[in-house]
Each structure stands twice: as structure tokens, then as C-alpha cells.
């Protein structure tokens, strides 16, 4: 199959992970007799640097034209004093909304030879799979207005969603759920907010159409608790924008390293982006000891989910399963064997390629 592919590096972490993704991409496309051209762009602190914009024309257009994107990260502190609308954050959630890449599917998935390494009891997160999927185009992100009042002493920030945004996030979190383990456990905050409160509503009346999907309901606070002490209770997550966020990051604890979570931001067509939970990681940027295993399995969902490639998609999981059972880690994980850099972790991925 013939695909072109979008490559977005950003800023910071984000073009040494890139590397990663583009040469297993490369090594898959030999294996399995692909043709996979990739076209990179700027985005983020890198294209305002030099477009005085974080997310150029050019660079939407011909992502938006592309089979799928890879992105890895944008932001740092070299911007931290750009006027706000021109920040590198601003160019992700533009090309997020531009794109309509509304449903963001995070897996939390705890392989077998990293139970030890994390902080965790190893009997709590021993099997742990959760498929978080967080709204991504709508609440606290979006809403207007955004802005500082009475000479900056007073805030706004707008939690707006409307019903259709609710329902077909609620739709994708029903659906995957009929299809993994049938249960189902939207995170809330209806003690305290409207939105929240029309969110179960919606929620209690798409689960008529799913009578095989367990619904719970949960609220945000006590779940970020039980993520941690019992994360085998979970399976499939469904939950707004900045729960989502804030919850996946906390995920990565129970996996043993926030470098290994990948991501896809679709739509209801094939379309897709696919970028690493994580961000720029300014504090290791250019020291080619960050892990590429998030973006690498972030290009692996890219094949099943974009390109519809499921063998392929198992065979880049099943690299990365391989070469941590053999022991081989970047510096962010606490286990025994062969500790390797950035740049071996990612041959030593392309030699697992099967
Ligand atoms: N999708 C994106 O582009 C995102 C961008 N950001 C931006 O990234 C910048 C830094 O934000 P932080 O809060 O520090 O979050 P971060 O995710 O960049 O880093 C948090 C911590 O985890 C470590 N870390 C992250 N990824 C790692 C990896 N693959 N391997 C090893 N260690 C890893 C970092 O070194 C750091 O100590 C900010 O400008 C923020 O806005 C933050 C989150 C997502
Ligand atoms: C710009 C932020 C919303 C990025 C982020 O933290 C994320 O999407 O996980
Ligand atoms: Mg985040």
C-alpha cells in the first residue's frame, strides 16, 4: 500500500522521538512491502521561530491533505513570554479542532516485563489494559471567553460543550466498549458542573442502545484515586477534555513511565493523528535519553487505526514487547538489563521488527 504520512516533529523531545517513528515506520514498510513517503512540516515554537506562527497555513493544508499525521511535541519554555495566541500549545489544539480530530484514544497498557518497575505494587497493575478516551476538540480548551478583566485581576475561562459534541464522544466510548469488555466508566464532575451533569444524562440515554455495555459513573477526584490503587477495575474510559488530560498523564504512573503512552486523535473517517502522551520534555531535550517508545507506539496505531494495517500494528507492539522482556530500556525505566540511549533504543525497536 502506498501512504503519505504528515511527519510534524514540534519542539523540544519531539524530533528525537520523531526519528523513531519514521524509521520503524520505514522498516515496517520494508518488511511488509508498503511505500510510505513522509512530508515533514513545523509546528509549534519550531514554525513560529520562523513563520511567526505556530501552526502555518502550509503546514495545516498539507497535513490535512496527507493519510495520516504523526506529531511529537510542541512547547517550552523559549516561549513561555509569546503573546498567548501565538503560543506552540496554540498550534496543537488548532490543528486538533481545524481537523476535527475529536476523539483522542489513549491505551494504558502495563507490559508484562515492566510490572516490577512500577512504583506500584506489581499485583495491582499485573494485566492492567484501560483504553481512556478523552474529548479533544470541545470544554476548557475552546470555550469563550478566555481572558483577563479588571486590569488582570479577575480570570475566565469558558467549560462550554454542546450535545452533539457529548454525544458522539459518548457514541466512540460506547462502541469500543461493546467491543473490548463491555464495561464502560464515564468520568464526571456532576456533583459540581452543568456540563457534567448533561454529560450523564446523555450518557444514561445511549446506554439504552448498548444493554450488553456495564455503566458506571464515576467523579473525577475519586477516580484519580482508584486509577492508582485498583487500575484491573477499569476498561474502557470515557471522559471530557481536561479529565482526560489530566488523568492519562496520571496513568502512566500505574505503566511505569509517562514515555511509553501513545495516542490517536481521529474522527469518523479513517483520518487521523497520531502523536506520544507526553510533551516536549525540556528538561532532556537534546540528550538522546528520551524514551521513543510512546511516539513508535503512536505510529503503530497509525496502522491499524489510518491505514487499516492490524498485522503491521501488532508487529511494532510486539517489537516493543519483545525488547523490554530482553531488558533493554531507556533511562526512564527502572528495571534490569541493557540501559540504551534514545538513538539504540530505536535500531534495537527496527531489529525487533518482525
Ligand atoms: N502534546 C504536546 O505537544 C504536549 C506539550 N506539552 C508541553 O511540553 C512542555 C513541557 O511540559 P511538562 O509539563 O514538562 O510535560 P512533559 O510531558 O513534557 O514532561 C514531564 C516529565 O516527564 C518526562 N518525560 C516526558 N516524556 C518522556 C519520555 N518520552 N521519555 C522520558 N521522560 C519523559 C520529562 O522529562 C519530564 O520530567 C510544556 O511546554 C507543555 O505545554 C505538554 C504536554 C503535551
Ligand atoms: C496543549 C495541551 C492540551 C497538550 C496536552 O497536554 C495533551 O494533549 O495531552
Ligand atoms: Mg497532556
Redesign the pocket.
Same mark, same amino acid.
Given at each position: 500500500m502506498k501512504k503519505t504520512i504528515a511527519a510534524l516533529p +514540534?519542539d523540544? =523531545?519531539g524530533p528525537e =522521538?520523531m526519528k523513531g517513528a519514521v524509521s520503524v515506520l520505514k522498516k515496517v514498510a520494508e518488511v511488509y512491502g508498503h511505500e510510505f513517503s513522509f512530508e515533514e512540516h513545523l509546528i509549534g515554537g519550531a514554525a513560529y521561530d520562523e513563520f511567526g506562527t505556530p501552526l502555518p497555513d502550509a503546514t495545516l493544508k498539507s497535513a490535512g491533505n496527507a493519510d495520516a499525521i504523526l506529531l511529537g #511535541? =510542541?512547547? +517550552?519554555p523559549k516561549w513561555d513570554s509569546v503573546d498567548k495566541t501565538l503560543r506552540p /500549545?496554540q498550534g &496543537?489544539l488548532k490543528i486538533r479542532k481545524e481537523l476535527n480530530l475529536y476523539a483522542n484514544l489513549r491505551p494504558i497498557k502495563v507490559f508484562d516485563a515492566l510490572v516490577h518497575s512500577s512504583p506500584l505494587k506489581e499485583s495491582r497493575v499485573s494485566g492492567t489494559d484501560i483504553m481512556i478516551i478523552r474529548e479533544l476538540t470541545g470544554g476548557l480548551y475552546f470555550g469563550m471567553p478566555r481572558e483577563r478583566r479588571d486590569g488582570g485581576n479577575t480570570v475566565v475561562d469558558t467549560l462550554l460543550y454542546t450535545r452533539e459534541e457529548i454525544e458522539r464522544i459518548v457514541e466512540v466510548g460506547f462502541q469500543t466498549a461493546q467491543v473490548r469488555g463491555k464495561k464502560l466508566t464515564s468520568v464526571d464532575k456532576a456533583n459540581v458542573l452543568e456540563s457534567s451533569r448533561m454529560w450523564r444524562e446523555i450518557v444514561d440515554q445511549k446506554s439504552k442502545d448498548y444493554p450488553e455495555v456495564t455503566v458506571e459513573h464515576a467523579l473525577v477526584d475519586s477516580t484519580a484515586m482508584k486509577l492508582i490503587t485498583a487500575p484491573n477495575d477499569f476498561d474502557v474510559v470515557v471522559t471530557e477534555n481536561l479529565f482526560g488530560d489530566i488523568l492519562s498523564d496520571e496513568a502512566s504512573v500505574v505503566t511505569g @513511565? &509517562?514515555?511509553l503512552l501513545p495516542s490517536a486523535s481521529l474522527r469518523d473517517d479513517s483520518f487521523g493523528l497520531y /502523536? $506520544?502522551v507526553? +510533551? @516536549? #520534555? $525540556? !528538561?532532556?531535550a537534546g540528550q538522546n535519553v =528520551?524514551?521513543p517508545l #510512546?511516539m513508535i507506539l503512536s505510529a503503530g496505531m497509525m496502522l491499524k487505526y489510518s491505514f487499516g494495517m492490524d498485522k503491521e500494528s501488532r508487529a511494532v507492539e510486539q517489537a516493543v514487547e519483545a525488547l523490554l522482556a530482553d531488558g533493554f530500556h @531507556?533511562k !526512564?525505566l527502572d528495571i534490569e538489563g541493557e540501559l540504551l540511549s534514545t538513538s539504540e533504543m530505536i535500531e534495537k525497536v527496527m531489529l525487533y521488527i518482525k
Open positions: +514540534g523540544g =523531545v =522521538v #511535541a =510542541v512547547g +517550552g /500549545e &496543537l @513511565s &509517562l514515555g /502523536e $506520544p507526553h +510533551g @516536549s #520534555a $525540556p !528538561d532532556i =528520551v524514551n #510512546a @531507556s !526512564d
